[in-house]
């Protein structure tokens, strides 16, 4: 079965700082890799995914995160924070062909003015 | 909009009392998926169904029963026999294949009186 960790539950950024939200996942083939936002008492919204092709996926709200099989990570960045920013974050894993989702248990980003 | 609705935000629920939470979307998706968030453990999935008139049970489907008579809707019924139902239920819908990703509604939060 999928298993993805998110390492550090809360993370705490200045802001204009870099953010960095850790993504690993554990899988035999290569998988679809998605990363979501959820802001409080909210629903889940996508950020970004990765399918195939280019390892570097751009998402909404200036973020990326880039699939590194040799690391089994999915990573996400931000150049510069923004209070906006503020929000939990969740690392999400599918099999190719399947269709349910595997969730990381979340990171929380905090943003410090 | 397209779109996913949860209703009602905000449910209480008697002890031995069934109640039920609704979820609809307008996407034409194929696939709707029921998921329970407590803090700390991510998205666990209780239900889904790929297809009208056919669901499966997720990882803790127990004191939980869905149903899919139509496209649209995937009403979730928690049970008296859920001995721990208060948290957060998010439903979430897909095209029904591993590269989709998936769309979430806002959620309904259930509590105990």
């Known amino acids: 079965a999928q298993s993805v960790t998110q390492l550090g539950s809360h993370v705490s950024v200045s802001e204009g700082a870099l953010v960095l939200l850790r993504c690993n996942y554990s899988s035999s083939v290569p998988p679809y890799l998605f990363w979501y936002v959820q802001y409080p008492n909210q629903g889940l919204q996508l950020l970004l995914k990765y399918t195939t092709g280019a390892t570097l996926v751009k998402g909404i709200n200036g973020f990326e995160a880039e699939f590194k099989k040799s690391e089994t990570s999915f990573h996400l960045t931000k150049p510069s924070a923004h209070m906006s920013d503020a929000a939990e974050y969740f690392c999400?894993?599918?099999?190719?062909?399947?269709?349910?989702?595997?969730f990381g248990t979340g990171t929380r980003l905090t943003v410090i003015p | 909009d397209g779109g996913i609705t949860q209703s009602p935000k905000y449910l209480f629920r008697k002890e031995g009392q069934n109640v039920t939470l609704s979820c609809e979307q307008n996407?034409?998706?194929?696939?709707m998926y029921w998921y329970r968030q407590d803090p700390g453990q991510g998205l666990r999935l209780i239900y889904y169904s790929q297809i009208v008139n056919d669901f499966q049970k997720g990882d803790i489907a127990e004191g939980y029963s869905v149903s899919r008579e139509k496209k649209e809707s995937f009403p979730l019924t928690v049970t008296s026999a859920q001995k721990n139902p208060t948290a957060f239920y998010l439903c979430?819908?897909?095209?029904?294949?591993?590269?989709?990703?998936?769309?979430f509604g806002d959620g309904t939060r259930l509590s105990i009186l």
């Open positions: 979430a819908s897909s095209s029904g294949t591993g590269n989709q990703p998936q769309h």
């Open positions: 999400a894993v599918s099999d190719t062909g399947a269709n349910n989702l595997f």
């Open positions: 996407l034409n998706h194929d696939a």
